[in-house]
């Protein structure tokens, strides 16, 4: 069975793929992110989801992704296969708690995190080489998520 059919017909592979952006020729990562914001202004900026729920719903799928991501890596073979990208949506996600107002910060929340996601600077490589399985596919876009949102809140607070 292919990977596309294994998206299509198993949950596991569903959500861990990003509900399919993992699938993208290219920059699997970027889109899964673009997913993760899209989702986010559906649900807290035009539904109206509180922070609370919305933080909520983050720990919840960060719990659930590590045991996805596991059982995926683990059936693919391969330690943080590219197409795996829930782990950019929780990223995404945690960058976009308590976000500023205004059009443009979700726009410097996705570049934020997409930069730290990819540059992988210490100790976001340091995890990302050293935490394996599950909470390792999960736990280095935490860590990008970090500087990220640290950043737009210096920033907001600046200006």
């Known amino acids: 069975?292919?990977?596309r059919?294994?998206?299509i017909s198993d949950p596991c592979f569903f959500l861990a793929f990003g509900f399919g952006s993992g699938l993208?020729?290219?920059a699997p990562g970027s889109w899964g992110s673009l997913v993760g914001?899209?989702?986010?202004?559906?649900?807290?900026?035009?539904?109206g989801l509180n922070?609370?729920?919305?933080?909520?719903?983050?720990?919840?799928?960060?719990i659930a992704g590590v045991f996805i991501c596991d059982r995926v890596a683990r059936e693919l073979g391969v330690h943080d296969h590219g197409g795996i990208v829930w782990d950019e949506i929780v990223g995404i996600w945690l960058v976009l708690?308590?976000?500023?107002?205004?059009?443009?910060?979700?726009l410097v929340a996705f570049a934020l995190f997409r930069l730290f996601d990819i540059q992988k600077p210490?100790?976001?490589?340091?995890?990302d080489s050293k935490v394996k399985g599950g909470l390792g596919i999960m736990l280095?876009?935490?860590a990008a998520a970090i500087p990220a949102w640290v950043i737009i809140q210096m920033a907001n607070w600046m200006l």
């Open 1 to 3: 069975m292919s990977i």
């Open 5 to 7: 059919q294994k998206v």
């Open 24 to 26: 993208a020729p290219r």
């Open 37 to 47: 914001l899209v989702l986010y202004i559906l649900a807290v900026q035009m539904a």
């Open 51 to 62: 922070q609370a729920y919305f933080v909520a719903s983050i720990i919840i799928a960060f």
């Open 97 to 106: 708690v308590a976000l500023p107002v205004g059009w443009y910060w979700p």
């Open 122 to 127: 210490w100790p976001i490589a340091y995890i």
């Open 140 to 142: 280095d876009d935490v």
